[in-house]
């Protein structure tokens, strides 16, 4: 009788956690290149309170590149404004930004790159006062693709810099 119990209480658990709408397209958008599913929201994104979900849901977590670039452009100072928000609100998160490229360029040339373009997310957010020993950098060059495909749309995707929640 104990064991049936407690796999009733283990399925209604099991459905409580599917039937949440957690994530529903938080990869989506944060792949998207919009930098923030509910931005707008001014922090009341999904997740625990300085969760990486809540960043992903209120901030973004990626901002985009040109080809061969680490310069920080317009639509990726948006999101880095909005990270920047987010760090401010919750002074005790510490985070990773990851700095990658596609595939293309020498293994050499691509971590070179994405360490440059993982410092000037840092830099950008050092600039609009985040303190620079909150912010780890990394490159992980074309290692760690977004998109493995080998085309202009999944290279336009790999060409970015990550923000993790350490």
Same mark, same amino acid.
């Given at each position: ?38 931005? %707008?929201? @001014?922090?009341?994104?999904?997740? +625990? ?9 209120? *901030?973004? =977590? #990626? /901002? ?47 971590? %070179?790159? @994405?360490?440059?373009?993982?410092? +000037? ?9 985040? *303190?620079? =020993? #909150? /912010? ?31």
């Amino acid at each position: 009788m104990k064991h049936r119990t407690l796999a009733c209480l283990a399925g209604v658990a099991l459905l409580a956690a599917c039937s949440s709408d957690t994530g529903s397209g938080s990869a989506t958008t944060a792949a998207s290149g919009s930098g923030a599913g509910a931005g %707008a929201s @001014g922090g009341a994104g999904r997740g +625990a309170p300085g969760s990486e979900e809540n960043l992903v849901q209120s *901030a973004g =977590d #990626r /901002i985009f590149f040109d080809t061969d670039s680490s310069k920080v452009n317009a639509q990726a100072q948006a999101t880095l404004d909005r990270q920047a928000n987010w760090l401010r609100q919750y002074v005790q998160v510490n985070v990773w930004v990851a700095g990658n490229c596609d595939e293309r360029g020498t293994e050499e040339y691509n971590l %070179a790159l @994405g360490q440059r373009r993982a410092n +000037a997310d840092r830099d950008y957010l050092v600039a609009h006062g985040i *303190a620079q =020993d #909150r /912010i780890e950098t990394i490159s992980y060059g074309k290692s760690r693709p977004i998109d493995p495909a080998s085309s202009p749309e999944a290279w336009a995707q790999n060409r970015n810099a990550i923000t993790s929640v350490k």
